[in-house]
C-alpha cells in the first residue's frame, strides 16, 4: 500500500507559486495512478489532480491552465506545480493512490497533507 509524505506547502500572495512534493513508499508505486486532494477550509476533500501510470493527466477544472501534476517513478514521487494560485486554493494537500469509477477514490494511506495559504 502506497504510504504518502506531503511536503512544499506555504504562505504566498495570490498570483504566486508553490510547488508541492509527495514521497510515496510502496513496491507497486509505478504502475499506481497517484494524484492530489485539495480540502479547502470546512470543505471534504476533492480531487484536483491525478497522473496515471502511463502519465495520462486529470485535472479539475477550477485548477486547469494552472497546476501541473508530475511524477518521477525511479524517485517514488509525485509533485504539484501550481501557478497563479488564488485565495480559493487555500486549503489542505494531500497526495494519494487513486482508482476510478465513475468517480475518483482513494486506495492508498493518508498523510499528514501539507498547508496551503493564499492570501489576496
Known amino acids: 500500500q502506497v504510504q504518502p509524505v506531503e511536503s512544499g506547502g506555504g504562505l504566498v500572495q495570490a498570483g504566486g507559486s508553490l510547488k508541492l512534493s509527495c514521497a510515496a513508499s510502496?513496491?507497486?508505486?509505478?504502475?499506481?495512478?497517484m494524484g492530489w486532494y485539495h480540502q479547502a477550509p470546512g470543505k471534504e476533500r476533492e480531487v484536483v489532480a491525478a497522473?496515471?501510470?502511463?502519465?495520462?493527466?486529470y485535472y479539475a477544472n477550477s485548477v486547469k491552465g494552472r497546476f501541473t501534476i508530475s511524477r518521477d517513478n525511479g524517485k517514488n514521487m509525485i509533485y504539484l506545480q501550481m501557478d497563479s494560485l488564488n485565495p480559493e486554493d487555500t486549503g489542505v494537500y494531500y497526495c494519494?493512490?487513486?482508482?476510478?469509477?465513475?468517480?475518483?477514490?482513494?486506495?492508498?494511506?493518508w498523510g499528514q497533507g501539507t498547508q496551503v495559504t493564499v492570501s489576496s
Open positions: 497522473i496515471s501510470a502511463g502519465r495520462i493527466t
Open positions: 494519494n493512490a487513486l482508482k476510478y469509477d465513475n468517480g475518483w477514490y482513494p486506495v492508498g494511506s
Open positions: 510502496g513496491n507497486r508505486f509505478s504502475v499506481t495512478t
